[in-house]
């Protein structure tokens, strides 16, 4: 058990749909990570939060956001849903930055998002 | 564009051999390097790490290798059990600008099978 915990772990949605993922971080970790894991890829990074503000985008697509809010949780918002949009989300978490850290992640057991 | 690239989807070894997966990358600028494993319906965990300053990191049965100059690194399983039957995912990290810890960069992964 990692420590983090996301939910749902498995949903399924119609396209043009909206959904909301949420993930809370390992206590006391600051920062999260939203990973996208599609079919025969690998971990595509979306974005990172740090107490709560944006640290870093990636491949994240303008119909996703995401926030991270006073309490550490996070949730992903996925909006006007396309087939291609079905795959496994993960977040992961981190302590607080550290300067020369070894970049290691926690992950959550991921949210199995199928659009249809 | 892959910045992370494990060329090999699946390695199958026999249980005491040696399991080597293999990992390229393309950004001379990335600080760390690292393993992680990930079992079904699971969060990929982390195994092992190393900095770009060094050449080897060993962690018990799982030593990783670095070549900066060929920008390609190893891990080396010695011996391999059927435990470690297991997708295997390189990643790298660029630190954020200030150094503080950045988000990962991971390649497709290779599937690896360790037989009785």
């Known amino acids: 058990d990692s420590g983090v915990t996301q939910t749902p772990k498995h949903l399924i949605t119609a396209t043009g749909q909206r959904v909301t993922l949420r993930c809370s971080p390992r206590?006391?970790?600051?920062?999260v990570y939203w990973y996208q894991q599609s079919l025969d890829q690998g971990l595509q990074f979306l974005i990172q939060?740090?107490?709560?503000?944006?640290?870093a985008k990636g491949n994240i697509l303008e119909r996703f956001s995401a926030q991270q809010f006073p309490d550490l949780h996070s949730e992903l918002n996925l909006s006007s849903l396309e087939l291609g949009d079905s795959a496994l989300y993960f977040c992961?978490?981190?302590?607080?930055?550290?300067?020369?850290?070894?970049?290691?992640?926690?992950f959550g057991e991921g949210s199995r998002l199928t659009v249809l | 564009d892959q910045q992370v690239k494990q060329n090999s989807p699946s390695l199958s070894v026999q249980e005491g051999r040696i399991s080597i997966l293999n990992c390229d990358y393309t950004?001379?600028?990335?600080?760390?390097f690292l393993w992680y494993k990930k079992y079904p319906a699971e969060g990929p965990t982390f195994l092992i790490s190393?900095?770009?300053?060094?050449d080897k990191n060993e962690d018990g049965r799982f030593t990783v290798f670095l070549n900066k100059s060929a920008k390609h690194l190893s891990l080396h399983i010695v011996p391999s059990q059927p435990g470690d039957s297991a997708v295997y995912f390189c990643?790298?990290?660029?630190?954020?600008?200030?150094?503080?810890?950045?988000?990962?960069?991971f390649g497709k992964g290779t599937k690896l099978s360790v037989k009785p």
């Open positions: 939060y740090y107490n709560g503000e944006e640290r």
């Open positions: 990643a790298a990290e660029l630190m954020n600008y200030g150094g503080s810890q950045g988000n990962l960069i």
């Open positions: 950004n001379s600028m990335f600080d760390y």
């Open positions: 190393i900095s770009s300053i060094k």
């Open positions: 992961a978490s981190s302590p607080a930055t550290l300067a020369g850290g070894a970049g290691e992640l926690f």
């Open positions: 206590s006391g970790d600051l920062s």
